[in-house]
């Protein structure tokens, strides 16, 4: 691994962040042999927050792992690392098969194509034992978490995935070997689009067992609870909302506050033109259109000089894989204007081109509130291949820290793809203080109202789908929508129950 030094990088090098490459994963490294764009994606959280690690855990948990043990488990998962985006409260890698996020106490991993994502679950279990130091739970040398979360999207080639991901049931099984609490789902029709779900309830009593007194460790979560529930923030056209700083996600109601959300959007049938973007030789002359426009600028081009021979200029950089290809479609489909520099001066986006197409990007996206010490992300994936078309997006980031709702994020990012479908499921967690404060619960309602009304108006777009869980301390909305102008085809009846 090598620090990257490419001056198309120097806006995106803090100093509290570390970038390095692996280019010997990107050897041989072909997007046309990936066509399964939907991601299988698993979180597996060992404390409610980061603020809550047992007294026998790493000081920094799962951030004290070392990048070579994390890849000793993507190989059974069979993906490898290209580059790492750090910083204090996350390690964010970039995968040859999508992205995976290394909190203090939590880690997320989304692999898409025919990575067997589930078959590296018995050794992540192992390295939160014994390279975290997170307790062992019921199987010897194997963390027992707080909370998992397995999900994705029905397949497009489910005969084409390696055991145990041909089917849902496969699935499940697996997740059922090492989980006894758990629930799975399946939403959305069958004949259309769905999506397939596996959480388990949150277990305070059993989570990471502690060589410290229960009594002693609520004592010290309590404490961190009055600390963290001090400061009052104010967002336009809503009142105060006490946050809760610790940690963010899908947390069921005990993390990161009134407004806690993880948006994912799952598009296929990709309009032409906006997939073209993803596809390396259209980068190459985005690039050369820049080269062109940057030398006017200077007087040292000309209205006649064509793309072809800007592209020649072009250093080796801008005419191959890599990340100096990523940032220019990250600017120019506009991917780095959902969260901009201007609101989240320490963001740091680390994205990725394939040849001869394909396109990965993480977003690493610290609070732009110094009074909220905290980080979140967001994630993009891109198959822009017409008989396969797909491309995923995911956040963690809240809303309301934007500016924005997140109607407005939905609708940037699916004006990025103009897809012809696109399903959304949207986690808020539940405010933990609306048992104990008079008119919060009604108060929530009202809002989320709003704001789900909001939600099933695209434009542009038709909803033909929404189902609504209320699940253990959070909701989950599932929507589904067609273009207004797309013509769409009989559905099979999923093959991958």
């Known amino acids: 691994m090598v620090s990257l030094e490419h001056p198309e990088f120097a806006d995106s090098q803090p100093h509290l962040t570390t970038y390095s490459i692996n280019h010997e994963a990107t050897v041989d490294l072909d997007s046309t042999n990936a066509f399964e764009g939907p991601e299988k994606l698993l979180e597996v959280w060992f404390t409610p927050s980061p603020e809550i690690l047992p007294p026998t855990a790493q000081p920094n948990g799962l951030k004290s792992v070392s990048e070579e043990t994390w890849k000793s488990m993507l190989d059974l998962v069979k993906c490898k690392v290209l580059s790492i985006v750090r910083n204090e409260h996350v390690d964010a890698y970039l995968l040859s098969e999508s992205s995976m996020f290394v909190f203090p106490h939590k880690l997320i991993l989304k692999t898409c194509g025919t990575t067997t994502l589930l078959v590296g679950l018995p050794r992540l279990l192992q390295i939160a034992a014994a390279e975290a130091g997170f307790g062992v739970g019921a199987k010897e040398g194997h963390a027992h978490p707080y909370r998992v979360f397995y999900s994705r999207k029905s397949f497009m080639f489910p005969d084409k995935q390696m055991h145990p991901h041909k089917s849902w049931g496969d699935e499940v099984n697996v997740l059922e070997e ?5 629930s799975a789902y399946m939403i959305g029709k069958v004949n259309g689009d769905h999506w397939y779900l596996y959480v388990t309830n949150p277990q305070a009593d059993e989570y990471t067992p502690p060589d410290t007194p229960q009594s002693e460790l609520a004592d010290s979560a309590e ?3 009055r600390e963290t529930e001090t400061k009052v923030f104010t967002f336009s056209g809503s009142e105060p909302a006490i946050f809760r700083n610790i940690g963010g996600g899908r947390d069921g109601g ?4 009134i407004f806690d959300e993880t948006l994912e959007v799952l598009m296929t049938d990709l309009d032409p033109i906006k997939a073209r973007q993803f596809y390396l030789e259209n980068a ?5 259109k820049k080269f062109l426009k940057d030398n006017e600028a200077d007087g040292n081009g000309s209205d006649t ?9 072009l250093p080796h950089e801008l005419k191959s894989e890599g990340h100096a290809l990523g940032v220019v479609v990250s600017e120019v489909c506009g991917l780095d204007a959902v969260y901009p520099k201007s609101k989240y001066p320490e963001a740091r986006v680390d994205s990725y081109i394939f040849e001869p197409c394909g396109y990965s990007a993480n977003g690493v996206i610290p609070s732009p509130d110094d009074a909220v010490d905290t980080t979140h992300y967001f994630t993009v994936h891109v198959t822009p291949e017409p008989h396969c078309s797909y ?8 809303g309301r820290q934007s500016g924005r709702e997140t109607v407005e994020i939905l609708e940037h990012v699916v004006d990025i793809f103009r897809p012809g479908r ?7 967690a539940k405010p933990p203080a609306l048992e104990t404060r008079p ?3 009604e108060f929530h309602q009202v809002t989320a109202h709003k704001r789900a009304s909001k939600m099933d108006r695209i434009k542009g777009y038709r909803r033909v789908d929404k189902i609504v869980h209320d699940l253990d301390g959070y909701d989950l909305v599932f929507r589904c929508y067609e273009r207004e102008d797309f013509r769409s085809s009989p559905r099979p009846v999923s093959r991958d129950f």
Not at 178 to 182: D, I, K
Not at 254 to 257: C, E, K, L, P, R
């Open 254 to 257: 005990s993390g990161n506050g």
């Open 391 to 398: 491309a995923s997006f995911e956040t963690n980031v809240p």
């Open 223 to 225: 404490q961190a609870r």
């Open 422 to 428: 696109f399903s959304v499921t949207l986690f808020e």
């Open 178 to 182: 090492w989980f006894h609490n758990g």
């Open 439 to 441: 008119g919060r619960e």
């Open 284 to 288: 190459t002359a985005m690039a050369a």
């Open 305 to 313: 000089e064509s793309v072809d021979s800007g592209a020649a200029d």
